[in-house]
């Protein structure tokens, strides 16, 4: 292939829209966000949590995120997902669960064919709000502003979620 035909295939690849995939993991109530990244400009298609029912058993309720993941996988086709990294927490056992709910969000993916990019809650700060040490409310006025949002996204998990996506986007445009 001819450089110049090679440097048109990438240009192409590089415009095509991209919907991607936001995640932040949890047992009780794990949230998502989907955007779609076409030529530099970010669009907001959805955002939400999973919920698991505290009656179920924990291995219903890692069932139940998988089972509503693989939902909203068939219906909006991301080209790819961005997942955040496990960071350490004081109690043991939801770090526990967290761990466990990460890894079905993972298996299902992996499962899906879906690439994965996984980022750091301070990489995630650093590409929505520019400071890595950013608190939350910030964070969530910046997911509004980027996304051209009416309202600040909830639940909280949610916004954390777009923001994800906002990163992963970000990750996806110096990447290529």
């Known amino acids: 292939m001819s450089?110049?035909?090679?440097?048109?295939?990438?240009?192409?690849?590089?415009e095509k829209s991209k919907i991607i995939l936001g995640i932040d993991p949890?047992?009780?109530d794990m949230g998502y966000g989907l955007i779609k990244s076409e030529r530099n400009k970010l669009e907001c298609l959805d955002y939400g949590s999973i919920k698991?029912?505290?009656t179920l058993?924990?291995?219903?309720?890692?069932?139940?995120?998988?089972?509503?993941?693989?939902?909203?996988?068939?219906?909006y086709h991301p080209d790819r997902a961005t997942v955040e990294e496990l960071f350490f927490c004081t109690n043991v056992k939801t770090a526990i669960a967290v761990g466990q709910?990460?890894?079905?969000?993972?298996?299902?993916?992996?499962?899906?064919?879906?690439?994965?990019?996984?980022c750091t809650p301070l990489q995630v700060k650093q590409a929505?709000?520019?400071?890595?040490?950013a608190d939350k409310k910030q964070v969530q006025q910046m997911v509004k502003i980027i996304?051209?949002?009416k309202e600040t996204p909830k639940p909280d998990d949610a916004s954390d979620a777009l923001a994800m996506a906002i990163c992963g986007?970000?990750?996806?445009?110096?990447?290529?």
């Open 52 to 54: 698991t029912f505290k």
């Open 57 to 75: 058993s924990l291995s219903e309720r890692l069932e139940q995120i998988e089972h509503e993941l693989i939902k909203i996988i068939k219906k």
């Open 3 to 14: 450089i110049p035909t090679l440097l048109g295939k990438l240009k192409m690849e590089t």
């Open 26 to 28: 949890g047992f009780a």
């Open 101 to 118: 709910a990460r890894g079905v969000v993972l298996l299902t993916l992996v499962k899906n064919k879906i690439p994965l990019i996984e």
């Open 147 to 149: 996304l051209g949002l």
């Open 169 to 176: 986007a970000n990750n996806i445009r110096s990447n290529n």
């Open 128 to 133: 929505v709000t520019g400071y890595g040490k």
